[in-house]
T-cell receptor, first 113, second 114 residues
């Protein structure tokens, strides 16, 4: 069966510091991968998605970036965090054969102080 | 462009009562439709989905939803609420051809009182 991991689970970072969140998927090949941010009362905001290694699409211009160095690894980064980057970050994957159904990881709670 | 509207950011029910969470969508063609549930500080879990075929779909934990094309709705129901159903519920829509991402509603928090 497929599983999706995210780490760290929680993170407290000062404004201006860098960020690296990691997501890995097991049990499937060539998944589509997604990063979402969830802020209180604002639902889910799609940040990035990837259909393959090195292929990243950005949905919202911001100070965040994403990379996919390996088939089942998706990384969310920032060079300098802003207070507004605080939130709950969720990684998700979908299969190539059934690309409309997404499966979510446990999330990372980021607090920027 | 697709959009999803969930009526009511919060819905309160008593244990044993009917649960009804409303979702309306906007799409140029009939989309695929999903309901997800999120418990505090956890990721989203797929409850059920409609793609094609029978318009009444059953999901996990006793939930079901009916796709009504004429009303552009996909409301989520459960005959009898349980305390463990307290969570946030998200309706989502995607296109049915080509590569497409999911568009989520803003979510409805379900509160269940004893």
């Amino acid at each position: 069966s497929q599983t999706i991991h995210q780490w760290p689970a929680t993170l407290v970072q000062p404004v201006g510091s860098p960020l690296s969140l990691e997501c890995t998927v097991e049990g499937t090949s060539n998944p589509n991968l997604y990063w979402y941010r969830q802020a209180a009362g604002r639902g889910l905001q799609l940040l990035f998605y990837s259909v393959g290694i090195g292929q990243i699409s950005s949905e919202v211009p911001q100070n965040l970036s994403a990379s996919r160095p390996q088939d089942r690894q998706f990384i969310l980064s920032s060079k300098k965090l802003l207070l507004s980057d605080s939130g709950f970050y969720l990684c998700a994957w979908s299969g190539q054969g059934d690309i409309y159904e997404q499966y979510f990881g446990p999330g990372t709670r980021l607090t920027v102080t | 462009a697709q959009s999803v509207t969930q009526l009511g950011s919060h819905v309160s029910v008593s244990e044993g009562a009917l649960v009804l969470l409303r979702c309306n969508y906007s799409s140029s063609v009939p989309p695929y439709l999903f309901w997800y549930v999120q418990y505090p500080n956890q990721g989203l879990q797929l409850l059920l989905k409609y793609t094609t075929g029978a318009t009444l779909v059953k999901g996990i934990n006793g939930f079901e939803a009916e796709f009504k094309k004429s009303e552009t709705s996909f409301h989520l129901t459960k005959p009898s609420a349980h305390m463990s159903d307290a969570a946030e519920y998200f309706c989502a829509v995607s296109a049915t051809s080509g590569y497409s991402t999911l568009t989520f509603g803003k979510g409805t928090m379900l509160l269940v009182s004893p």
